[in-house]
């Protein structure tokens, strides 16, 4: 079977969590099928994998329609694939194409969902009502729909009461427990100036709404004064929320804040994560959360919102902490006073019990090789596209 994986990230262009899953499904999926990678931006060099560029007449458009642009021509290079496997809004519209235009059957992963996403609007303008466009009609007409947590799965039937249930099947997302492991060595730490001898807490990721960045900034003025606060954040989505992080930052009354802007070479991230006393994740929209597994496999307590499929990785007193949030529809806390000192309490819980932080750490990576890894989410996988292929009903919609 040849088996085409639609995304727009691929290495070494990965910024969120729907690059690294497929970056790691298409190493494994490559010991079971025929598997091509068909992704965004300049050309690649390894082997059966296609890159497309915004074509020439679109370069001034708004993004979200050099997006499908680039979708038209991934498209185009789908013929002869048996079946296509979509990741995100951004590649969607390309598997949906494909299955018009050849006849092939289309497999949607679902990382996140537009209508969950107001706040992209703010970045897109009325690209956003495209994407979500986009999305709708790929969901619509997919032959089967992987949520990446049971979540996620609620969120899809929610927002698009069309699909049928037996449509959607979760595949939860994974983790590589040989690559991401504890890193004893402090050089990283040492060069990003960082105090191996002192606690700290740490956030990954980019500076977006969803994140919730701005909250655990709020937060962060009542931790523990003793703390460094590591904030491993880069690739605002807009210049408005790169001002507010940034003067949020410079109010903090404390010592001891590293703000990493660049994106970092993984094995330093790996480092960055092993000797924290706690990771954070403040996200106020979540659909698995792959990064919380990343920081649970380097042995490091998580503290982490009880939203989408969070929950689901992170075990609420055993792996670390979660922190309840009562959202809006637009996602953000009613309340985001209470929201940041609820954050602040389990921080300073953990940081107080350094002893506490390190077995929830170690219950965390027992935790992610026990139940994430990708060998195994591969042939889930692999199984839902055979039943996809032969023309069957998904065995379960469940995970």
């Known amino acids: 079977m040849r088996v085409d994986l639609l995304t727009r990230e691929y290495p070494p262009d990965v910024y969120g969590g729907a690059g690294v899953h497929v970056e790691y499904l298409a190493r494994e999926l490559r010991r ?5 990678v068909r992704c965004f931006g300049a050309a690649r060099q390894e082997e059966g994998v296609a890159a497309y560029r915004v074509p020439g007449g679109l370069e001034a458009a708004n993004a979200a329609l050099q997006v499908l642009g680039v979708d038209l021509e991934m498209a185009a290079g789908c013929e002869g694939a048996d079946l296509v496997h979509s990741h995100t809004w951004y590649a969607n519209f ?15 992963t679902t990382h996140s969902l537009e209508p969950l996403r107001p706040w992209k609007a703010e970045q897109l303008g009325g690209g956003y009502t495209l994407s979500s466009w986009a999305e709708r009609g790929a969901l619509a007409g997919a032959d089967a729909i992987i949520a990446v947590s049971e979540g996620m799965r609620r969120d899809v039937l929610a927002s698009y009461p069309e699909i049928p249930p037996e449509r959607v099947t ?3 997302n994974g983790i590589d427990t040989a690559e991401y492991a504890p890193d004893r060595g402090t050089g990283a730490l040492v060069r990003h100036g960082i105090d191996p001898s002192r606690p700290y807490v740490v956030f990954v990721g980019r500076i977006t709404r969803q994140k919730g960045l701005v909250h655990l900034l709020h937060a962060a003025r009542d931790f523990d004064p003793d703390a460094q606060l590591v904030l491993c954040a880069g690739a605002p989505d807009t210049p408005e929320i790169a001002a507010e992080v940034t003067g949020l930052v410079r109010g903090l009354d404390r010592e001891g804040v590293v703000w990493i802007s660049e994106m970092l070479p993984r094995p330093e991230v790996i480092q960055i994560l092993t000797h924290a006393t706690v990771f954070v994740c403040p996200s106020v929209y979540e659909p698995m959360g792959i990064v919380n597994l990343e920081a649970m496999a380097c042995e490091t307590a998580v503290v982490a919102t009880a939203t989408g499929g969070i ?12 922190v309840p949030i009562d959202q809006a529809a637009d996602g953000t806390p009613h309340d985001p ?4 000192a609820d954050l602040a309490e ?9 002893a506490l932080a390190a077995r929830m750490g170690e219950a965390g990576r027992l935790r992610a090789v026990e139940h994430f890894s990708w060998e195994r989410i591969a042939e889930r996988t692999m199984e839902l596209y055979r039943q996809v292929a032969d023309g069957r009903t998904p065995a379960s919609a469940g995970g």
């Open 337 to 340: 006073g209470v929201f940041a």
């Open 32 to 36: 079971l099928a025929d598997t091509r």
């Open 170 to 172: 979760v595949i939860h």
């Open 94 to 108: 390309a598997g949906h194409v494909a299955k018009m235009l050849y006849g092939t059957p289309h497999v949607v």
């Open 346 to 354: 389990r921080v300073n819980r953990l940081l107080a019990d350094p």
């Open 311 to 322: 929950p689901e990785v992170v075990a609420d007193g055993s792996t670390g902490l979660l």
